[in-house]
Structures are given as structure tokens and as C-alpha cells.
């Protein structure tokens, strides 16, 4: 069982930027995939981005470039730095592991607003 833990959510103005934390409780090189995904009231959950355990990374072309996700290995958590931030970046963030089965975490509220 993999258990994931985020933080790093919060409010924030537009324009601004946030970095989200996503901390495993196994060494994330044995995890296949980490995502990040983002879910607002109503709708489905959205993928944003992946790392995989060989370090490449995946991202959906919506977020044109303004989410990066990294790594640290020695702390096994994966982070999501996310700039330039807008009103409709406001959810709830969750990160998920791929291995024989998925995992998500609890999520963390990101609010964008002036």
C-alpha cells in the first residue's frame, strides 16, 4: 500500500505562484507513475502531469507551460511548481502513484483570487 500525502495548497493572487508537495510512503522510484490531477465542483477530475520512476515527464497541453513537475528523490516526494496562476486554476490538487494499483492522496485546495 502506497500512502501520499500533499501540501503546500493555499490562496494566491493571479499572477502568482504556488509549489504543491506530494510526499510517498514508499521510495517513488519503485512507484511506475506519480500524477498530479485537479478537480473542481461538478466536474471530473483532470489530469495535469506525471513523473515516471526514470525521471521523464508527461504534462497535458492545456497548462502551456506553466506547471513544472520535479522530483526529490532522497525525500521520495514529487512536486508541482505552478506559475503565473488564474482564477480557473482555483481546485482541489491530488497527486496519485501508479503501481499494481493506484493511489491518490487527500488533495489540497489551491484558491486564485484578487
Known amino acids: 500500500q502506497v500512502q501520499l500525502v500533499e501540501s503546500g495548497g493555499g490562496q494566491v493572487q493571479p499572477g502568482g505562484s504556488l509549489r504543491l508537495s506530494c510526499a510517498a510512503s514508499i521510495s517513488i522510484l519503485n512507484i511506475n507513475y506519480v500524477g498530479w490531477y485537479r478537480q473542481t465542483p461538478g466536474k471530473q477530475r483532470e489530469f495535469l502531469a506525471h513523473i515516471g520512476s526514470g525521471g521523464n515527464t508527461h504534462y497535458d497541453d492545456k497548462l502551456k507551460g506553466r506547471f513544472t513537475v520535479s522530483r526529490d528523490t532522497a525525500l521520495n516526494t514529487v512536486y508541482l511548481q505552478m506559475n503565473d496562476l488564474k482564477p480557473e486554476d482555483t481546485a482541489v490538487y491530488f497527486c496519485?502513484?501508479?503501481?499494481?494499483?493506484?493511489?491518490w492522496g487527500q488533495g489540497t485546495q489551491v484558491t486564485v483570487s484578487s
Open positions: 496519485n502513484a501508479v503501481v499494481a494499483q493506484i493511489y
